[in-house]
């Protein structure tokens, strides 16, 4: 048995460091390729299937191991349109949005790049064959669309799903122990119920209307169909079919693949004959290149993720986005910075982190804000001491609360797998966040009393970065999400607006509005490096037998296992689809 197991862990050892070597030749001979030709007469194809994220790390061993979705660097698409607008080779552009994952301020971000895209007078065709609401949102910007004879169009409005694990506790004997302030902050929720409490369903269901009205108020904008028209076909759901969206004016026209073909060769002027050059955004973006060159540098910091305490490579680390922001400021060709912050919130000590250096920051260069598609919570934490806050009207932000959680496994250890523990302590609270006993009201007493610190630290700085009273801040606090309007309407963002706005309001503040150049942060990591560091990871995803099913619940598990200390996060696992 033992030779099988080491045999076993030699060939994986093989199998890998082949892996590894064609990786580095690959890389190699990708160093080398030439910079893609943007031809005459040539068409701008955005294909966009899977999950939209900021800015996608380059990570050769995810694209072969990963069975996960395809990464959809915003910035990148959002930066090749705007470039093919002014390209004269660039004709128009082929939408095909399909399966798309992405948050509606992301939606926002690409769907009015879009239509700035469309004032240069050129075209732009959708084509779809199962649009999700997202899709469609897409879709809308588009002079032309058209829709597969067998496909269908979802347009029913948007529905927010939170899971509970309360039952399955009760059933493994796991006991949470729970400290919050606000009656909003439902992020422990599921640990501790089995449906939405009063204050969550009301929150959730303001959130959603704000989201849809601006959902609806633009794609009226778009089809010259009236609002209240709109809602009506969407409350009773009466697109069914592709012949119900052609009726409703949700489309134009019913066509196949092949027939889009031909329409486009139509429209370039080609014949039947003739080859179509369509060139995908990830091709087009590395022949836009990196677009002017200027001493002056705008330095747009991308916190993307949960925000976590030290490093972290797909996380926003304290310490490392401190760091970063430091540089910035010390960094004599940089000008200004924006921090797009796109992310749910986490750890409150290294959101804290994260808040000094832009204090720091703050009176030395602009410093601006730019919140994606959530910036919630530890994300609304580190986007309010900045200079001035930009939001999309449908960015999720706010929940500014604090909560701590701990975990009672003493019985299921004992009940379910015959495990007891017991211990010699020097004081009475030396094991205080023991996970093998229930604790004392003393000690509930004491935690609590750190959560309740926790909170008024977070409003207290809220209120100075918003320049409010703390008493007219904890109207909107109490752990309550908003949308991006209704932030606005409430003072906690100043700007609705987006990312290219965030940056031109930045260069402004610094003087250098006409010569400027962005640069993104924090730089990826060197080929070699990224790979070498996704060796072990790598050997995890080759034998990952986790049922697809089951991922999004051990995804969740494993969240978990992060929460450290007390936590500034979205309440819950929202999901707006």
Request: glycine letters at 8%; hydrophobic letters at 40%.
């Amino acid at each position: 048995m033992a030779f099988l197991r080491n045999l076993l862990a030699t060939l994986v050892g093989l199998f890998i460091f082949t892996i590894l070597i064609f990786f580095i030749i690959s890389g190699i001979a990708a160093s080398s390729e030439t910079v893609p030709e943007v031809k005459a007469n040539s068409i701008l194809h955005l294909n966009l299937s899977g999950a939209v994220v900021e800015k996608a790390i380059d990570d050769p061993v995810r694209e072969v191991l990963n069975n996960g979705p395809k990464q959809i660097s915003l910035l990148d698409l959002l930066a090749a349109i705007k470039h093919a607008k002014s390209n004269d080779n660039i004709k128009g552009i082929y939408l095909e949005p399909q399966f798309l994952m992405a948050g509606y301020a992301s939606l926002q971000e690409i769907r009015d790049a879009i239509l700035d895209f469309k004032t240069s007078g050129k075209f732009v065709y959708g084509y779809g064959e199962y649009l999700s609401e997202g899709d469609y949102y897409l879709m809308s910007a588009a002079d032309s669309m058209y829709l597969n004879p067998e496909g269908s169009v979802e347009f029913n409005g948007l529905t927010a799903n939170i899971t509970f694990y309360k039952g399955l506790f009760e059933k493994l004997d796991i006991e949470p122990e729970i400290f919050r302030v606000g009656e909003y902050k439902s992020f422990v929720e599921p640990f501790i119920r089995k449906d939405m409490s009063e204050e969550n369903r009301e929150q959730y269901a303001s959130l959603l209307n704000s989201l849809y009205d601006e959902y609806l108020k633009n794609v009226s904008a778009t089809s010259s169909i009236a609002v209240s028209k709109l809602e009506e076909t969407s409350d009773k759901m009466l697109v069914q079919s592709p012949e119900d969206a052609i009726n409703y004016g949700l489309v134009h026209k019913i066509a196949y693949e092949d027939q889009m073909v031909r329409l486009l060769k139509k429209e370039m002027g080609l014949s039947e004959d003739d080859k179509l050059n369509m060139m995908s955004y990830s091709k087009y973006s590395k022949a836009a290149g990196n677009g002017k060159y200027s001493s002056n540098k705008v330095a747009v910091i991308v916190a993307q993720g949960e925000i976590v305490m030290g490093e972290a490579d797909e996380a926003i680390g304290g310490d490392q986005f401190a760091r970063e922001i430091k540089k910035a400021r010390e960094n004599n060709a940089i000008k200004a910075i924006v921090l797009r912050v796109n992310s749910p919130g986490g750890s409150l000590t290294a959101s804290d982190q994260i808040w000094r250096e832009i204090e720091l920051t703050k009176g030395v260069k602009p410093i601006i804000a730019s919140m994606g598609d959530v910036a919630a919570s530890g994300g609304y934490f580190i986007s309010m001491p900045c200079d001035t806050i930009v939001a999309q009207p449908n960015t999720i932000t706010g929940s500014i609360g604090i909560f701590g959680m701990l975990f009672n496994f003493g019985d299921f250890m004992e009940n379910k797998l015959g495990i007891t523990t017991d211990r010699v302590s020097t004081g009475e609270f030396s094991d205080i966040m023991t996970v093998t006993r229930s604790l004392s009201e003393e000690e509930r007493k004491i935690i609590q009393k750190q959560v309740e610190s926790g909170y008024e630290t977070f409003t207290t700085k809220a209120a100075q970065g918003r320049n409010m009273e703390v008493s007219e801040l904890k109207k909107y606090a109490g752990g309550r999400v908003w949308s991006g309007q209704q932030a606005y309407e409430r003072g906690l963002v100043d700007i609705l607006g987006s990312l290219d706005d965030a940056v031109a309001l930045a260069a402004k503040n610094a003087g250098v509005e006409n010569d400027f150049q962005v640069r993104y942060y924090p730089q990826q990591k060197p080929f070699i490096e990224k790979i070498l560091s996704d060796l072990e990871e790598a050997e995890v995803k080759i034998f990952d037998a986790t049922p697809a099913v089951l991922k999004p619940y051990m995804e969740k598990v494993k969240q978990l296992e992060r929460i450290q200390g007390l936590q500034a996060r979205l309440p819950g696992d929202l999901e707006v689809r």
